[in-house]
Nanobody
Framework: QVQLVESGGGLVQAGGSLRLSCAAS????????LGWFRQAPGKEREFVVG????????SYADSVKGRFTISRDNAKNTVYLQMNSLKPAVTAVYYC?????????????????WGQGTQVTVSS
């Protein structure tokens, strides 16, 4: 497993942008697929975006396509989530997760390690 720490959350107005970061510890960071999930009050945790170990394969939830971008820097053991054109509906706690599987998955049950989460609040 790896230890994950998210940062970059905060309060932003609708239409604004935020960049979340997730720093990982552990020398095997580069072999993990990484995902961002979010959970709003009273709702289940949902998949937002994921990236495979190589960075060549990405998967986006339909609701964020064209506005969110995931990237990773294996040299820095960090994965990023750039969020643009933010809407109040995306307000949630955002979690970074790591999965040692080869195949990128949207299923949160497949992810082995989780960060503590970072709050993203978009005001109207």
């Amino acid at each position: 497993q790896v230890q994950l720490v998210e940062s970059g959350g905060g309060l932003v107005q609708a239409g604004g942008s935020l960049r979340l970061s997730c720093a990982a510890s552990g020398r095997t960071f580069s072999i993990y697929a990484l995902g961002w999930f979010r959970q709003a009050p009273g709702k289940e945790r949902e998949f937002v975006v994921g990236i495979d170990w190589s960075g060549r394969s990405r998967s986006y939830a339909d609701s964020v396509k064209g506005r969110f971008t995931i990237s990773r820097d294996n040299a820095k053991n960090t994965v990023y989530l750039q969020m643009n054109s933010l809407k109040p509906a995306v307000t949630a706690v955002y979690y970074c997760a790591a999965d040692a599987s080869v195949v990128l998955t949207t299923d949160p049950e497949k992810y082995d390690s989780w960060g503590q989460g970072t709050q993203v609040t978009v005001s109207s």
